[in-house]
């Protein structure tokens, strides 16, 4: 089942601000707090927050661009 979900364009700014808040706090809570952890450098969080950082301003911008 496919469901067609229409929104407008001021919708479509609002969710795309929200996706680059979302890069905002992924890169800060898992990229500069793997970096900076008191148990050290923690490479699974640093690769797990590029991966969602990446996900979230891909879509972030493709919302932004769409028309």
Not at 37 to 47: A, E, M, Q, R
Request: proline share 1%; glycine share 8%; aromatic share 14%.
């Amino acid at each position: 089942m496919c469901y067609s979900v229409n929104v407008t364009k001021e919708q479509r700014k609002d969710i795309a601000k929200l996706a680059y808040d979302m890069v905002k706090l992924t890169y800060t809570g898992f990229i500069i707090g793997g970096i900076i952890s008191p148990k050290g450098l923690n490479l699974f969080h640093i690769i797990l927050g590029a991966s969602i950082f990446v996900l979230f301003f891909v879509t972030a911008y493709w919302l932004s661009k769409k028309e």
